[in-house]
Structure formats: C-alpha cells, structure tokens
C-alpha cells in the first residue's frame, strides 16, 4: 500500500489511448506490479471505461480502480448507475470510485449536441439521481428541468464512491454537497490551496459529509534534466492547456508554460511536492508517469517507495 506518512495515496493514471480492454487490463495490471494503490482511466472515444474497468477488476485483483472521468452528456443517469452498480460488484467492496464530470463546451456542443451554458445545472440533476440510484434505498423519483429519471435498481452490493471533476465554485459546491470529493487534471498549488480545497471542505460541511477526497492529477517525472523533461511533456498538455477551464487555471498559477505544472525533478524533488500537495488537503495524487523508459522506472520508483518511508 502506498498511502505516506502523510496521509496522501499514491495512484497512477492508465493512460488514455487504449483500443482494447487487453489494453486496459494491461495498464490496471502493470500500475498493480509497480506498486501503486489505485489506477484510473479516463472514459475517451475508445472502449468504454467502465466496462473495461469491470474486466479489469476480476483479471487483477487487489488495486484500487477509478474512472477520470466519465463525462454526464449523453449518459442518462439510471443506465449510468446501472454500469457504475455492476463494476463496483465486480470489483469488490471499496475498490472502485466512479468518477464523472461535465466535460469541455467542444465536446458537449460539437459532439453530443447538448448545450454546455447548463452544464452545471444538468450535474446537479445528474448527481441528484445518481445519489440516489446508488444510495441504500437505489431509487430516483427525480423530474427535473433536463432531465427525468424514475427508477429502482435491484444490483447487489455496496455502492462505489463518487467523486466530480471540479473547478469553479458550483461545481465544488456540488461535489462536496453530493459526492465523496473531487479529482482534478492540471491544477496547480495555488488553486489547490486558494479555492478547490477550502470552497470543497466548505461545501461538504455545510452538507454534513465527512471530509472530502482531493485527488490531484499532474504529470510526474523523476529526471536529471528538467528542461528536456518539460519539452517532452509540452506536446501531452499544451491542447488541454488551451482550454478555458485549463487556461484560467494557469493564469491563477502565475505560469505561461502549461509543461511548469508538471512536477520534475530528481527523486527528493518530487517527495518535497508531494509533501506540499499533502499539506494542502490534497488525499491523493494521480500521478501521470512520462519520460524515458529510465525516467519512467525512476519515477515509479520513487512514488512508490514514498509509502515506504519513515514519518519526518
């Protein structure tokens, strides 16, 4: 298990270019043979998340398993839970956390064809009967302006945690108010500390919900040379960096290069950041692992033995 002294789990991210559930299953079983707690995988255009995910729970066992993210458009809530009931089943009590968001206005509007000006409303809804069809009760009674969702299920077995993709301040209300926490892509300290994790812990008490997961996600990459490092990882990022959400974030962190949110370094580099990440709130980092094939054993070390080491 790799939770530190500090309280702060280490997790990877599988990647986001798997063609196959072989792919997948692959992935989930290399982050369990490198030592990491927990895995996640991000729902692209390829095969689905949670159905390779269910797969990939009963071909490796003991790794915690999460999806970052699936998106809500297009994904009616009762199937939704339905999907996110069986892997939870399949993967065993407190293995899996169904992690979701709203996606980006070119994917809502350009693929799916929903308006994204009521993102943040639709979330709500969707979580309101997700909470519900995955409460002890699995019922939803819930019609709402975007949707309506009447149902009870009748899957066996603990429920997963649930966790939003959140940035802004109502979708941190809505995620400490209705969910387990939140899991982030490109945040930097600065935000972490100003505004996710303060207006999260907030929401959450003001719900009467324990303390809220943060689970960070940033590229990692133990290295002796920084700059080459930020080079190769500039091209992974700098699309996602042009986004609204992503660029304000940077503009908050005072940064002209997306690639300075990646944490680089040698190994007590990256034990210091992880340290600032626990400091802040943040319960778990999901370590994206770029560079080198020596770089990368480097870094899946040195995240990996953080777990392992003394308090202090």
């Not at 350009?110 to 709500?124: E, P, T």
């Not at 819930?142 to 149902?151: D, S």
């Amino acid at each position: 298990m790799n939770t530190t002294p500090n309280g702060i789990t280490i997790s990877a991210w599988a990647g986001s270019d798997h063609r196959s559930v072989a792919s997948v299953v692959g992935a989930v079983r290399a982050a369990a043979d490198g030592g990491f707690e927990g895995v996640w995988l991000p729902q692209t255009f390829s095969v689905d998340a949670l159905t390779a995910l269910a797969v990939a729970a009963g071909a490796v066992p003991g790794i915690a398993l999460g999806t970052a993210v699936v998106p809500i458009q297009g994904r009616h809530p009762v199937p939704l839970a339905q999907q996110a009931m069986t892997v939870a089943q399949a993967a065993g009590p407190d293995r899996f956390t169904f992690g979701i968001g709203v996606t980006h206005r070119m994917v809502s509007e350009g693929v799916y064809g929903i308006s994204y000006d009521n993102a943040v409303a639709l979330c709500a809804e969707e979580l309101r009967a997700l909470t519900g069809l995955l409460g002890p009760d699995r019922r939803s009674d819930m019609a709402g302006e975007f949707l309506t969702a009447r149902a009870t299920l009748t899957v066996e077995g603990p429920p997963p945690g649930i966790v939003l993709a959140a940035l802004g301040p109502r979708m941190l209300a809505l995620a400490g108010a209705l969910t387990d926490g939140t899991v982030t892509w490109m945040t930097g300290p600065k935000t972490l500390r100003a505004t996710v994790v303060p207006q999260l812990n907030d929401a959450a008490a003001s719900a009467g919900r324990p303390a809220p997961r943060v689970i960070a996600g940033l590229p990692v990459c133990v290295t002796k040379d920084i700059p080459a490092a930020r080079d190769l990882v500039r091209p992974r990022i700098e699309g996602a960096g042009r986004m609204d959400s992503y660029r304000r974030q940077l503009m908050a962190e005072g940064l002209d290069d997306v690639a300075e949110l990646a944490i680089v370094g040698d190994a007590d580099d990256v034990a210091g950041r992880v340290d600032e990440l626990a400091s802040l709130g943040v319960t778990e980092l999901l370590a994206d692992v770029f560079g080198t094939p020596d770089e990368r054993q480097a870094t899946i070390a040195a995240l990996t033995a953080l777990g392992r080491r003394p308090p202090g």
